[in-house]
C-alpha cells in the first residue's frame, strides 16, 4: 500500500512540474514577415525576431521594420528609442488585435553587426 501511495504522489508531482513548466516562456524565433502573415496565431507569444528601428512623431511611437516594409510597433518607447535607425534583435511578448494591430513589448534588445 505504501509502495502504491508512492508512486501515486510521484504521478502526482510529475503532473504539478508539467503544468508549472513555462511553454509560453518559450522563445519562438520568427522574422517579421511571419509574425505580419500569422498575427492572430502568435498572439501572446514570447517572439524574437530583427529589423530596423524607426519612429513617427505624431502621435509619437517606435517600430521594427525590414526591407520589405514589415512592421511591428515596439514598447516601451524609452528602451527602443536610443536603437533608432540601427538594426536590432528583439525579445518580447507579441499581441495582435485589429484595433490596436501588431506590438511588441521588449524583454530584451540588442544591436545587430550586419558586417
Known amino acids: 500500500m ?3 501511495r508512492q508512486g501515486v504522489m510521484a504521478g502526482v508531482a510529475l503532473l504539478v512540474l508539467v503544468a508549472c513548466s513555462d511553454s509560453a516562456g518559450e522563445v519562438r ?3 517579421l514577415p ?3 502573415n500569422q498575427a492572430e496565431q502568435l498572439d501572446g507569444s514570447r517572439v524574437a525576431t530583427r529589423g530596423t528601428v524607426r519612429h513617427f512623431e505624431d502621435p509619437l511611437h517606435y517600430w521594427i ?3 520589405d516594409l ?3 510597433e515596439v514598447f516601451p518607447h524609452e ?9 536590432v ?5 507579441f ?3 485589429r484595433r490596436r494591430g501588431r506590438r511588441l513589448t521588449l524583454e530584451s534588445i540588442e544591436p545587430v553587426d550586419e558586417r
Request: net charge negative; proline share 3%; glycine share 6%.
Open 65 to 67: 521594420e525590414d526591407e
Open 95 to 97: 499581441e495582435y488585435s
Open 70 to 72: 514589415n512592421r511591428v
Open 34 to 36: 511571419v509574425l505580419i
Open 29 to 31: 524565433q520568427v522574422s
Open 2 to 4: 505504501k509502495a502504491k
Open 79 to 87: 528602451q527602443i528609442a536610443p536603437h533608432l535607425g540601427e538594426t
Open 89 to 93: 534583435r528583439v525579445v518580447g511578448d
